[in-house]
């Protein structure tokens, strides 16, 4: 056992200096580093702890490592480190471990050392700020005053100068108005003398005057004769004017004449234009209320047949009483509001009645006798439907169409007539019209009776207008008699 012991020591002492003979970089560097600040700490003569590498301990195992031993030496011992090297790792790690506290403890004064340099710098330096700021508050106010110096030295320059002008301009003045005295002294002595030689010229003068006012009066009384002449020439003058007047106000009253007569003769032709206008736009309306009067009819007549077969199997009375009813009312609806429409148009047509009136009963009456003059009555020229004679003819031309509503509902306006003029009432007077005709043992229905109510209507329409034709003819050729009476007054 002692052998083998001392066989471990042995091996362990080699290990040490092959360690020693072979350092790592990082220590030698951490060790020269470490030399170098202790001499520097001690050359302060301040004591520090002695500072060890930051770095890993490079000590080894202490077991042979790649190494062959005898098997016989190795027999009862481990191959592990031993207690001694164990030991002495503790003793550098606890060295390192005190080196690194005590290097913390330097490092916590030196901040706080750098902190309290920072907190003095920062006073220092806003001290400085305080006076460099109040330097640059003396520098500007000085700045300030040196401009305002400057300002008064150029404004007392420029004082100085305009005083030196003004002086300069006072002494021109002066030996300007030194010559001006010196010119008006000679002024004065020329004009005196110039006064003594007026005063002997208007001497002469004088008598010269008093004979111009000997001939100034001849000359007024001649003046006063030929004023008298020209009295006398005014006189006649105004009578002249006078005649002149009277015959400016003939000559304007023809004049005045001529213009109502191209006036009339202008109102005459835009009348015609509006008449023929309103015709056409008329004849244009009735054509169109006659189309819509014919589908309103085949509407009807259709929506007729239609309710008739409905109440084929109803109460015929009561259905039929009701059929005649709304056909009243709807009589009743276009009588009023075609009495509206008549209304209006009476209102526009009348002023144009008038007028013709009067260029009718202005002129001399030279209508042929076989031509009925026109008489200013607008219902006897209007359509039945207008208010007008249904007898009588109708202003319309030739091409214009019936009126619609009133024409195919001619025989029903009967009827309607005949219900209102009843003392019955409706009910009573439906019933009597249709027992009346169940009585007289007619089969007809309600849109046989509307048919022959139609044919009726076309075959007084087609009379109508026939005489409206006959009529459109006169009314033409009376319009042609007042445009040639016309145009014979604008020739005169």
Not at 236 to 242: F, I, K, T, V, Y
Not at 279 to 285: E, I, R, V, W, Y
Not at 374 to 396: A, E, V
Not at 476 to 484: C, D, F, R, S, T
């Amino acid at each position: 056992m002692s052998s083998f012991g001392y066989l471990a020591a042995k091996h362990e002492e080699e290990q040490r200096r092959q360690q020693e003979r072979t350092p790592s970089r990082s220590r030698s560097r951490s060790r020269s580093r470490d030399g170098y600040r202790n001499k520097h700490r001690h050359s302060k003569k301040k004591k520090h702890h002695k500072r060890h590498s930051r770095s890993r301990s490079h000590s080894r195992d202490r077991g042979a490592k790649n190494m062959h031993l005898n098997p016989s030496f190795n027999h009862g011992s481990s191959m592990g480190p031993s207690a001694t090297a164990l030991v002495e790792r503790n003793n550098i790690l606890e060295a390192e471990v005190r080196h690194v506290r005590g290097q913390n403890v330097e490092l916590g004064s030196r901040l706080n050392i750098v902190t309290n340099e920072l907190r003095t710098s920062q006073a220092i330096r806003q001290r400085y700020e305080r006076e460099f700021g109040e330097l640059t508050a003396e520098k500007k106010r000085l700045c300030n005053a040196m401009v305002e110096s400057k300002k008064t030295i150029a404004t007392l320059d420029n004082a100085a100068k305009t005083a030196r002008e003004e002086w300069v301009v006072a002494t021109k003045e002066r030996t300007t108005l030194q010559e001006k005295i010196r010119l008006m002294e000679l002024d004065h002595a020329s004009n005196k003398e110039q006064v003594e030689f007026m005063t002997k010229r208007n001497a002469t003068l004088g008598k010269k005057c008093e004979e111009l006012v000997e001939k100034n009066r001849a000359i007024q009384n001649e003046l006063e004769s030929i004023k008298g002449q020209i009295d006398a020439a005014n006189q006649e003058r105004n009578s002249m004017q006078a005649k002149v007047e009277v015959k400016m106000t003939e000559f304007q009253r023809l004049q005045d004449e001529f213009n109502a007569l191209k006036e009339k003769e202008h109102m005459w032709k835009m009348e015609k234009f509006e008449l023929e206008k309103r015709l056409s736009a008329k004849d244009a309306a009735i054509e169109k209320e006659k189309a819509t009067a014919e589908r309103q009819r085949l509407a009807d007549k259709e929506m007729i047949a239609r309710l008739e077969r409905r109440l084929k199997n109803t109460n015929p009375y009561y259905e039929e009483q009701l059929g005649v009813e709304s056909i009243f009312r709807a009589l009743d609806v276009i009588k009023k509001e075609f009495a509206q429409q008549m209304q209006h148009l009476d209102e526009k047509v009348e002023p144009l009645m008038e007028n013709a009136k009067q260029m009718q009963e202005q002129k001399q009456k030279e209508t042929s006798p076989k031509k009925r003059p026109f008489d200013g009555k607008l219902n006897n020229h209007l359509p039945g439907m207008m208010g007008g004679s249904k007898n009588g003819s109708r202003f319309m031309r030739a091409s214009s169409a019936p009126p619609a509503p009133f024409s195919f509902f001619g025989q029903l306006d009967t009827y309607f007539n005949l219900y209102q003029n009843s003392t019955t009432s409706k009910s009573d007077f439906v019933g009597k019209t249709f027992s009346n005709n169940n009585q007289a043992g007619t089969s007809k229905t309600l849109e046989e009776e509307m048919d022959a109510i139609f044919e009726e209507d076309d075959i007084q329409l087609r009379s109508e207008t026939i005489s409206d034709e006959a009529e459109n003819d006169t009314i033409l050729h009376e319009k042609e008699l007042i445009e040639v009476e016309s145009t014979d007054v604008t020739l005169t």
